[in-house]
């Protein structure tokens, strides 16, 4: 897959307005999620206990989604303790569960099958990765996506470090 290169200043503008700049005026989007995780646990947002939230939507076939999940495990691992939940739905065929489990051997966060979810009010991301960010309250506040920058530490601190303060 061929990459377009930007200028790092131009790409650090385009993210942070992408992530914190919403449609004028909008009021933040309440986040509702639950299915039940591969280790059997059932994951919900906004019943988070008080977190912030992260959900990845991610896939095995997508290195993009799997390189985001290397950097949201090394910032989850870097704020231990945090009140910060990072959720993994795949959008992996059921079939492929073997491959997702595989997948998420050595990361910290739950992983789930999208498709399975009971409730998903994210729907099904029409590009991946995608990653939403859910304040405390339960409320949609950011959304990370291929076309505004992907998810690096660097995003992650400037976006998600103020929500856990």
């Known amino acids: 897959m061929k990459?377009?290169?930007?200028?790092?200043?131009?790409?650090?503008?385009?993210?942070?307005?992408?992530?914190?700049a919403g449609?004028?005026?909008?009021?933040?989007?309440?986040a509702h999620f639950e299915a039940r995780a591969l280790d059997?646990?059932?994951?919900?947002?906004?019943?988070a206990?008080?977190?912030?939230?992260?959900?990845h939507f991610w896939a095995t076939w997508c290195a993009n989604?799997?390189?985001?999940?290397?950097?949201?495990?090394?910032?989850?691992?870097?704020?231990?303790?945090?009140?910060?939940?990072?959720?993994?739905?795949?959008?992996d065929r059921t079939r492929d569960l073997d491959e997702v489990r595989s997948a998420m051997k050595?990361?910290?966060?739950?992983?789930?099958?999208?498709?399975?979810?009971?409730?998903n009010s994210f729907g099904i991301p029409a590009v991946l990765p995608v990653t939403y960010v859910v304040d405390r309250k339960g409320d949609v506040v950011a959304t990370l996506r291929?076309?505004?920058?992907?998810?690096?530490?660097?995003a992650l601190e400037r976006v998600v470090d103020p929500l856990l303060r």
């Open 3 to 20: 990459r377009n290169l930007i200028p790092v200043a131009t790409l650090a503008s385009a993210v942070l307005l992408s992530v914190l």
């Open 23 to 30: 449609p004028a005026g909008a009021a933040p989007e309440p």
């Open 40 to 47: 059997g646990s059932t994951l919900q947002v906004p019943d």
């Open 49 to 55: 206990g008080g977190r912030v939230v992260l959900v």
């Open 65 to 91: 989604c799997r390189e985001e999940m290397i950097a949201l495990e090394s910032y989850v691992r870097e704020r231990t303790g945090q009140p910060l939940l990072v959720l993994a739905p795949s959008l």
């Open 106 to 119: 050595g990361l910290s966060f739950p992983a789930t099958m999208a498709r399975a979810a009971k409730v």
């Open 146 to 154: 291929p076309d505004g920058g992907a998810v690096t530490l660097e």
